[in-house]
């Protein structure tokens, strides 16, 4: 795809996948970041970095990255949630790198770490108010943004969360996938992650499935919400739009 190598003007982009919890092919955190990697990696000023089912060893990995995606359980789960990770991660994103959360890492611990992700990514999913159903999302039109780069119109059946939790007035965000999920993505009784009177009084809305934030500081945040499938990163705009947003947040140049 790409010629390149690392050298003095290289963006670091390191990819941390949380230890495998779910069934084969649904929220395969290693697969993922390994097949990014390998992508990125092609790309002429970029440089990707993996740490597999679990926190990098080395803290060095996070302090010099310029871009840090995760993928891993969410909740009281988190990685970031774990020993020093949220200082490592405030730390981060204070000296301006990018932040990434992909499916399930959108979700913060239920009582910590909300304020922490508005200011990180500019939103979360947060429990009784947003959702986590399986539909197939029709994203008909696309914003002009590097993210959305030779990507066109799809649609895709995922695990799509939305009624995301977003910073006031949306200030800095930019919405790339919205769709308006179907009244049967609430079929389920309400429940923690199922439904909500919120969201049930929203029915026929579009709704924001990714986005991209600008913090005040500089730093760049992304939300992606999909990725519980891991065969949907067949398809060509997934797997482009997932790509260029790792560049993007990393500062980088989109192809």
């Not at 679990?54 to 871009?67: F, I, R, S």
């Not at 159903?133 to 002009?144: G, K, M, N, T, V």
């Amino acid at each position: 795809m790409f010629a390149g190598r690392a050298n003095a003007a290289t963006r670091e982009i390191l990819l941390i996948a949380g230890p495998p919890s779910h069934t084969p092919l649904a929220h395969e955190q290693n697969a993922a970041a390994i097949l990014f990697a390998g992508f990125l990696n092609q790309v002429p000023g970029i440089h990707a970095t993996v740490s597999k089912s679990g926190w990098p060893a080395d803290e060095n990995l996070v302090a010099k990255a310029d871009a840090i995606w995760m993928f891993c359980d969410g909740g009281e789960k988190h990685l970031i949630a774990k020993d020093d990770h949220t200082a490592q991660i405030q730390a981060a994103a204070k000296r301006g790198a990018g932040l990434m959360f992909y499916h399930y890492a959108v979700e913060p611990p239920d009582k910590s770490l909300h304020p922490e992700f508005l200011n990180w990514i500019g939103g979360l999913f947060e429990l009784n108010y947003s959702v986590n159903p399986i539909f197939e999302a029709d994203f008909a039109s696309l914003p002009r943004h590097p993210i959305t780069r030779g990507v066109v119109p799809f649609k895709m059946k995922d695990e799509w969360y939305y009624n995301i939790r977003f910073r006031d007035d949306l200030k800095g965000i930019t919405q790339i996938l919205v769709a308006t999920p179907p009244a049967n993505s609430l079929n389920r009784r309400d429940g923690p992650h199922e439904g909500n009177p919120d969201v049930r009084s929203k029915v026929g809305q579009p709704q924001c499935m990714m986005w991209a934030y600008e913090r005040p500081g500089g730093g760049r945040g992304v939300g992606y919400t999909g990725g519980h499938f891991h065969m949907n990163l067949g398809d060509d705009n997934v797997r482009k739009l997932i790509l260029n947003a790792l560049v993007w947040v990393a500062k980088g140049d989109v192809p």
